[in-house]
């Protein structure tokens, strides 16, 4: 075993397979791909996505996800505030008795 | 790197030493669990204050404690662990953990989409990029965060995007 792929076991379980859940989702993504890849043959447009370049996309969808959290709570944000503020503005009318 | 790392564990004098320094620990050390949060619990408690906003920082906390369940139960000797994506490109792994010598190990891997793959960057100036098994075995971490994530965190389908009932 060279130093490099000494050093990366010892660094880093990625390098085995030790991934909760890794040999079913591993199954259920070779199938999935299996059925993808039928499908495209059929319709007769391959096509192929690199582990690069599904993480890639993976780590946008996270940033879209993140995004769009922040951005719902700041409208909820502003709503909330404005409903505070509206209702300390709110004056009740005396009370008669 | 260190501020990155700051962003989600906080301030850390161990964070500023190498990968691969020990840092001599002075005191016994105590019995070690990894953390047994209820992401469920947390993000309720988060998400339930109308109005206090969210940071993107504790959004990257809360998915870190799903990205360091990803790898299975932590050994008797690992403090903490972190795995979350950073930014669209960037994802980072820390690990802390003692030898037989009580001596406290920091590791910290930092992962960069880059266009040529997935450049991993360790301590001591060690690059390399993603090959074979490990890269996919990456892959399947990513997709096994997001996944998650998605789900627990933002509430949302992760294929469709659509909210979750």
């Known amino acids: 075993m060279s130093e490099k792929e000494l050093g990366a076991v010892s660094l880093h379980p990625c390098t085995s397979p ?14 999935r791909e299996l059925v993808s890849d039928a499908m495209n043959v059929e319709k007769g447009n391959e096509t192929i996505v690199s582990p690069e370049q599904q993480i890639r996309e993976l780590g946008v969808r996270i940033a879209s996800l993140r995004d769009g959290k922040l951005h719902r709570e700041a409208q909820a944000r502003e709503v909330g505030v404005a409903a505070v503020a509206s209702a300390d503005a709110y004056e009740p009318l005396p009370i008669r008795l | 790197m260190k501020k990155a790392l700051e962003l989600v564990v906080g301030p850390s004098d161990e964070i500023a030493q190498s990968a691969n320094e020990p840092k001599v620990q002075h005191s016994k050390p105590r019995a070690h669990k990894p953390r047994q949060i209820d992401i469920a619990k947390a993000s309720r408690q988060l998400f339930s204050r109308p109005l206090k906003q969210l940071s993107e920082r504790q959004l990257i906390q809360l998915e870190s404690e799903i990205g360091s369940q990803l790898f299975g139960e932590w050994p008797e000797t690992v403090i903490r662990r972190e795995f979350f994506n950073l930014d669209p ?77």
Do not use: C
Not at chain 1, 20 to 25: A, I, K, R, S
Not at chain 2, 103 to 130: C, D, F, M, N, W
């Open chain 1, 18 to 31: 030790h991934l909760m859940g890794y040999e079913q989702l591993r199954e259920e993504q070779v199938s």
């Open chain 2, 89 to 165: 490109s960037t994802w980072v792994w820390h690990e802390e953990s003692y030898d037989e010598q009580k001596q406290i190990h920091t590791s910290t891997i930092r992962y960069e989409v880059q266009p040529q793959g997935i450049l991993k960057a360790q301590g001591g100036a060690r690059y390399s990029y993603l090959e074979g098994q490990e890269l996919d075995n990456f892959l399947v971490a990513v997709q096994l965060y997001y996944e998650r994530i998605s789900r627990e965190i933002y509430k949302r389908h992760p294929e469709t995007g659509s909210p979750l009932l």
